[in-house]
Every structure is written in structure tokens, then in C-alpha cells.
């Protein structure tokens, strides 16, 4: 198994929820997806991402998907279990993660309408201790704290990385500069933003793509740690449609492609839960059947 600094530095594979017929979560079918990602040589998957439509689910439910996922990964590559919401759920989930066997944790930002940067720091120490001390990522996705309370985040004792999720790389190197350089900072919007987000200093990416194509997105990877830009962008510009269909409806049907090529690819995972979309248009299914048949997914 790979050590938690070069997992990091790596792809963090953002699993799916599957559910049922019923809409009740059905974690054993993500047992192939994880098999093959691994295959390919994913470096750490990701529990209760916002691929995995972590405010969709229950906190019970977020607690079971740890579980499953830690067990179902058996120990083959680190885990990475996200945790989030109100500050006692938020609890809960953390200790049940360190208790499944997971890591490290992936703190999102509070989407509370009321969030003070100092108040998240107690957040953030908060569910350390609740974890017993698991190493911790910090998932930014509202970079207007500033960087100095980004430094102030970064400084609570255990936080090893930080998922970049906004548009912003000259915010991210400013971030990187004012914090421990032993910081991995991470690309968060996936394959297409990589290559920016590697030209100022970030390493590794996150990844929906893993669920059906983990071959392309070890690929791409590779070729960033080689400084080949030219062969990443060659690799991400045949990938570019099904990140554009993720996109589309203002980022909501972004686990709906994820999960529509799965359907597709013979990996049912279910539906996705609102608010969001589902299923695909016509025109986004068409164009999702392009992109597969292109590239020999189907």
C-alpha cells in the first residue's frame, strides 16, 4: 500500500453511492468499480465525496459507505473518507471512518450560510479529535476566506493536504506559499484543470472519471509527473466531452454523467438522489454515447 504522502500526491478516486431499485444505498456494487480502479493503479479511493453525493445521504448511511468501502479496499491502497456537515454529524462520521479502518479524512468546507474562518478552525480540531488524530485533507472549495485564514486551516495539527476546488491558480500558489511546504496541494477540479493547477505547484488530482475510465485518468497523471503537457492535453481533450456533459445544468448532473456511464458500461449504480438531475436529456445521453462508443467504452 502506498503512504499516505504519495497517495496523495497521486489521484484521489471520488466513488459513487450506489443505491438500489428501491433508492436505498447498495455499497456491493461498487466492488468491481473499485477492483478495476485499483487495477489500473489508482492511488486512493474516496468515500462520501460529492461524487459520491455525500449531502445526499444520511449520516448513517455516510457511516455504513465508510465501512463498506474500507472493507471492500482491504487495505490494497489508502482511503480517503470525507466528513462534513453540522459539527456533531460531522463527529459521528469521523469517528466511525477512523473506526472502519479509513486513512485519512476529507474535511468539506461548511456550506452553512454562516461560517466564520476562525469557527471553522474549531471545526477542523473538532473532528480531529472526534477521528483520534487521522491525518486530514482540507477540501476548499470558496477560496474568499483569504489566505491567511487558509494558512490558519492548514496549520491544525494534522492537516497533511488540500483538495483545491476553485478556478483561482494564483490563489492556490499564494496559499501554497504561505503554508508548510510539507502541505500536498491538490488539483480538486478534476482532469481538464490539472495541468493548471500542476504549473504552480500542486500535485496529484481528483477524479470522477476513475468510476469508468481509471485507465485514461492514470494516464493523464503520468504524463504530469513527466512535465508532459503537451501528452496530458492530448489525453484530456479526449475526455473533455464527458466533463462538459458533467458540467452542464450549472455542475448538476455531475454524478448523473459519472452514473449514466456506468449504467452504460454495464456497472448499474442506481439513480442519482435530488436535487440532483436525473437522468440525462436526450441530447446530454447522446452525446454521453458518442464520447463512450469514441473511445471504446462501450
Known amino acids: 500500500m502506498l503512504d499516505l504522502d504519495t497517495a496523495l500526491a497521486g489521484i484521489s478516486g471520488i466513488l459513487v ?57 482491504d487495505g490494497r491502497a489508502p482511503v480517503l473518507a470525507g466528513i462534513g456537515r453540522g459539527i456533531r454529524d460531522a463527529c459521528t462520521l469521523a469517528k466511525a471512518s477512523a473506526e472502519a479502518g479509513a486513512t485519512a479524512l476529507m474535511i468539506h468546507q461548511p456550506p452553512d450560510p454562516f461560517v466564520a474562518p476562525r469557527g471553522t478552525v474549531d471545526y477542523v480540531k473538532a473532528i480531529a479529535d472526534a477521528s483520534g488524530g487521522l491525518p486530514m485533507m482540507l477540501y476548499l472549495r470558496n477560496d474568499a476566506i483569504g489566505t491567511g485564514a487558509i494558512a490558519d486551516l492548514c496549520a491544525v495539527p494534522g492537516v497533511k493536504g488540500v483538495k483545491w476546488a476553485t478556478p483561482n491558480p494564483q ?43 481509471p485507465e485514461r485518468s492514470l494516464a493523464i497523471h503520468a504524463a504530469l509527473e513527466a512535465s508532459d503537457y503537451t501528452e496530458a492535453n492530448r489525453l484530456i481533450g479526449e475526455m473533455q466531452a464527458f466533463e462538459d456533459i458533467r458540467a452542464e445544468e450549472l455542475n ?3 454524478v448523473t454523467g459519472v452514473k449514466a456511464a456506468l449504467q452504460a458500461t454495464g456497472f ?29 467504452l462501450i
Not at 51 to 58: K, N, P, Q, R, S
Open 17 to 73: 453511492t450506489p443505491y438500489d431499485e428501491a433508492g436505498e444505498i447498495a455499497p456491493a456494487k461498487l466492488s468491481p468499480i473499485i477492483d478495476r480502479a485499483l487495477g489500473a493503479g489508482l492511488h486512493m479511493p474516496v468515500v462520501n465525496g460529492n461524487t459520491g453525493e455525500f449531502y445526499a445521504l444520511t449520516t448513517d448511511e455516510a457511516c455504513t459507505m465508510a465501512r463498506e468501502v474500507c472493507a471492500m479496499v
Open 171 to 213: 490563489k492556490l500558489a499564494a496559499a501554497k506559499a504561505a503554508c508548510d511546504p510539507s502541505i500536498t496541494w491538490v488539483g480538486g477540479l478534476a482532469e481538464v484543470w490539472a495541468p493548471t493547477f500542476y504549473a504552480v505547484g500542486a500535485r496529484g488530482f481528483t477524479s470522477g472519471l476513475i468510476n469508468v475510465w
Open 252 to 254: 448538476g448532473t455531475n
Open 268 to 296: 448499474d449504480c442506481g439513480a442519482t438522489r435530488p436535487p440532483s438531475a436525473w437522468p440525462l436529456t436526450p441530447a446530454q445521453q447522446d452525446k454521453l454515447q458518442v464520447f463512450l462508443k469514441t473511445n471504446g
